[in-house]
């Protein structure tokens, strides 16, 4: 998993590229405690990823509970088969996905 941050006015933006499953989950958690503390806005974007396992998804959750409502969690560039990950799994309705 390749990992790059990007930082803009609206808040932090964190670039995957690769599978973001069991053996990589670790590395896009420790990324967003990095980045965690005065984010205002956290956008993934997957256009470079193919494939989110129950490992990913439980990472984006923590993200989305640490920041609170208050702060919004993205998801862009997502593919089909993604995005329908998070359509089964209920997470488009706490992640904004598109």
Same mark, same amino acid.
């Given at each position: 998993?390749? +990992?790059?941050? $990007?930082? &803009? ?7 995957? !590229?690769? !599978? ?27 256009? &470079?990823? &193919?494939? +989110?396992?129950?490992?990913?998804? !439980?990472?984006?959750?923590?993200? $989305? ?14 593919? &089909?088969?993604?995005?329908? +990950?998070?359509? +089964?799994?209920?997470?488009? $309705? ?5």
């Amino acid at each position: 998993m390749n +990992i790059e941050k $990007k930082f &803009d006015s609206e808040g932090v933006i964190l670039v995957l !590229r690769g !599978r973001f499953g069991n053996n990589t989950a670790s590395e896009v958690e420790a990324a967003v405690r990095e980045v965690l503390p005065n984010c205002k806005k956290l956008t993934f974007d997957f256009t &470079d990823v &193919d494939y +989110i396992s129950s490992a990913g998804l !439980r990472v984006l959750l923590m993200a $989305k509970k640490s920041l609170g409502s208050g702060v919004v969690v993205d998801v862009c560039n997502a593919n &089909d088969v993604v995005k329908e +990950i998070f359509e +089964i799994s209920g997470f488009s $309705k706490i992640l904004q996905v598109h």
